[in-house]
DNA sequence: AACATGACCAATTGAACAAAACGGTCAAAC
DNA sequence: GTTTGACCGTTTTGTTCAATTGGTCATGTT
């Protein structure tokens, strides 16, 4: 085996569908990219969709290495979820891949980009659940139900980083955290 | 003057944006459902959109209206902050035209729609901005960035009330508001 | 024998053109 | 003065058809 042929392929579709998204990437293309015969990728993927899920299954391994790699057992549970969460919404930013998929959601709708998009969604409030289970486990924080309050943090941040622009100066990052802080480990009430 | 003519023109509209929506309604089908020829309507208003814009801000006022109907000065603030969001995001279901409009500016994204939800958007902002303005002032709640406080609200409860239901099943008012005083109003510290 | 390949296929897409429908105007009718 | 619908330039929609696509498989290569 002089080249590894599955690696290839799936190296060629990411820079493909990070540089031209899902629909506009053929797979003649990434034959081309690869070096390699089109037949040849469907010896590994049955499908088009199926060569996109390896790579989104990849990103979703990459964003939670990301996330884990910025959390420290020594800060406090609700710096910990800010630092994975912000780290998490980082990506959409800084990878091409990512960008180029949430554009193309947004923009064409295409179904398979719709579908994923979901996925990672789903994968993201799994992980924020996990750290909330443990949270509450260890006494960090009150009991509450875990599937809506990852949900909520999610929604949360998605509308302080990417809402919030469309209207108003960026927040840094250290305001994100205190509104977190504010709002959800603190409240409003007197 | 036998007929109100102007009036005849925007509940003909009205009706005819609330049954086909922005893009698929003619102006010789307002002009028909209104009996009115077709260049009566340009005596009023100039262009289409501007016709569309008198209704909105119609509606604007009625969800204004509707809000003060549920607010209650002896209930505490998150209570009827709680209300009125509730019952302005109740519009959405129960009006045929918000209805529409959600589901053009979604599906379509015709620019005229995009345009005015963001001006509906805006108003509901600067409606609870005002309230929780005034909150601030009597020492009901923390000091705190009425903008972006009103803007977290809102989309909690956008998210609460419209998101939560693609994967889950609906959740109740009581709940919803249950929530908001955990989430802002106490937070989930220890 | 095992694997890799690109010519090939049916299905989908999109460019190009024609026809219909549209928002808006205005001279005529009332 | 007010109302109107035939009319206009533009945009949208429907249609056609050639090019492209995802996927297969008989053939070639090692």
Redesign the pocket.
């Known amino acids: 085996?002089a080249v590894d042929?599955r690696k290839l392929i799936v190296e060629a579709a990411t820079k493909s569908f990070s540089l031209f998204g899902f629909?506009?990437?053929?797979?003649?293309?990434v034959?081309k990219i690869a070096?390699?015969?089109?037949?040849?990728?469907?010896?590994f993927?049955?499908?088009?969709?199926?060569?996109f899920d390896e790579i989104i299954n990849r990103l979703i391994k990459e964003m939670k290495q990301a996330a884990e790699e910025v959390i420290n057992p020594s800060f406090s549970f609700y710096e910990n979820v800010h630092r994975a969460l912000y780290r998490i919404l980082e990506f959409r930013l800084e990878h091409q891949l990512t960008i180029k998929l949430f554009q193309e959601e947004k923009e064409m709708g295409t179904p398979a980009v719709m579908e994923v998009m979901v996925k990672l969604e789903q994968a993201i409030l799994n992980y924020i659940k996990d750290k909330i289970v443990v949270a509450i486990d260890k006494g960090e924080i009150q009991p509450c139900d875990p599937e809506i309050t990852s949900f909520v943090m999610l929604k949360l941040y998605i509308a302080l980083i990417f809402d919030w622009e469309k209207n108003h100066e960026p927040l840094e990052k250290e305001e994100i955290a205190e509104l977190l802080e504010k709002y959800i480990f603190e409240g409003l009430s007197k």
């Open positions: 085996m042929r629909k506009a990437t053929t797979m003649e293309q034959a070096n390699v015969g089109k037949g040849t990728i469907y010896t993927f049955k499908t088009k969709e199926e060569l």
